[in-house]
């Protein structure tokens, strides 16, 4: 069925029969003018935005609309995470041409909820709105922290210990055996990857680390307990999570802090998948965990490093690893590499630019 | 300059710049992972968002950049005074072709600025994207309500008065003045239709009508204080701001409050100025006022009709009329003709259904 037959208040009836009050401080979700909700007292209140575009973010074959409608709540999940908050309430915005099929917007509902009951969050209400063509998906996300238990990017000290959570480079990683696999810049169903000759002649093991490198770039994994913990304990003096990949999510940090930073090639957790799919492709696992964007991992800093891997493994939480440690502005950002030299770290990811390059 | 040259943290950089802390509830505006804020104790916090889209909401041509920045704005401000609530914090998304000019992105931020300035609103962080083509404008924003002091849709009584705040029908006919004036469904600027003969012959204050309209089309002036106001006197049982168009937004009242209603033709604050334009273009100005939305109007039912209508003009605010009453839901919705004939009362704006019976 396409949404034309539906009808505007027919897709806004389906949304909201399946969207479940799950948060007994919802005092009014989808279907008034604004959602309204009672704050814990004594809370500080997080608000993040996230809008992904069709052709720009992401291509409506690849994952599939499930996968996608995961994805868009993740992605501002993980801003939340990067903030030690606890992710709330949500609002969904979605502009769809007409001709759209109902039965994939139902899809796409289902990933958000999905990803939402995985968070506790309530999808308390958004809007929707004809497209002229491409889809478009905005998500604001309200979460709370306690009073003076959240982390800035701004707080970084002398001399703290740089830590990420989890392995790098997997979602860029991803991205290129897709991209690899298609042999062109045109959209590909993820599926086709498997009948792709190379990868098909790979050992067992090997094809599975692509795959699970493609279903990284596709489902992030935001960090919301690790978040939350560094952030109750006060131990992350700084923190963001890595969207537009390490160097660059580095510098925000660094700059926010009026801070250098150098870390050191040797002890970077690159994922095992990158590495993979990198000798596979003939590309630098190296340059995808430091430039390649997408892996949602946490990136802080403490002056506990110790205690915090200590504390991690207690916890039952993350892998956590230490990869350098922050130094005075005057000496920028700075990449040890192994054999001891160091090289100015620069890169990640620039909408705009990007777009010109490739115009 | 186009974007291409300036970069996503170039933009990021200029638009932060813009963005002043104008609220001292707010711990941390744009350039964080999130927001945050510091919510008052007892209160409600109430999250409204509104998607507008470039060939569906607005054409850039008309009414530029900044006109449409404020519109983008007072759409979601217009929400929060729906719930007798005030708005407090934005957060804006925008999808930009990197063709787009730098100063038309900075003139739709002027825009947003000077609305928000108005209301008492922060900007306080947001989303920039790559748009494929058209410009889309996300804002999502949140509001406070003191604890039990907000009105729902669902709240009306039967026999309940319902009033509508100002008049009906402006913007609307404003639409169609400009339409009528491209005497094509393309695009036109406001000016030109100052130039069309069968206007420029009109009297002047005929005129004048005919652009305030038009002006009222393109920037809303929604009623804050009049919705604080009665939230706060616990006056209003129900309210909805006119944005669909009256025959629709009472129709979403009826359901949510389990009710029917009428209300009486003569007694419709119709717009002069949308009587002029009718007049004109030989249109029915009681169906502008009827089906044709964007009013940004309040609407809202009370057993307390004369005390409402004596207090906003003691306390200087928008006109209030009462145009009919609350009856059961078997009733339906009805309107009564000035000869005292009932006609069951249809129509309003459903964007995917207007879209199909135009493609």
Known sequence: MELCHLGEFGLIGRIRLK???????????????????RPTAGTVLLATTDLLVEGIHFFREIPGFRLLGRKCLAVNVSDIAAMGGTPRLALVSLAVSSRERVEDIDALYQGLEEEAERHGVTIAGGDTSLSPGPLFVNVALLGEAGEGKWVQRSGAKLGDV????????????????????????????????RQWRRFKEMETSRLEAVERAIDRHFLPLPRVVEGRWLAVQGWAHAMIDLSDGLASDLAHLCRESG???????????????????????????????????????????????????????????????????????????????????????????DHFRVAKEQG
Not at 19 to 37: E, V
Not at 163 to 190: D, F, K, P, Y
Not at 302 to 326: D, H, N, Y
Request: proline content about 2%.
């Open 19 to 37: 969207a479940a009050r799950r948060w007994s401080q919802i005092l009014l979700g989808i279907g008034g003018d604004a959602a309204a909700f």
């Open 259 to 349: 801070l250098g930073a150098r870390i050191y090639e040797d002890k970077l957790p690159i994922s095992p998948w990158a590495r993979v799919v990198a000798e596979e492709l003939g590309k630098d696992a190296l340059a995808l965990a430091l430039a390649g964007g997408e892996d949602y991992e946490l990136l802080f800093t403490t002056s506990r490093a110790g205690e915090v891997e200590q504390a991690f493994i207690r916890e039952g939480l993350a892998e956590v690893t230490a990869i350098g440690e922050m130094v005075a502005e005057a000496e920028g950002i700075s990449l040890v590499r192994k054999d001891r030299t160091l090289v100015p770290l620069k890169g990640g990811f």
């Open 162 to 193: 740089i830590m990420v959570t989890g392995h790098l480079g997997a979602s860029a990683a991803g991205l290129e055996a897709i991209r690899s696999a298609r042999g062109q810049e045109e959209e590909i169903g993820a599926k086709q990857v």
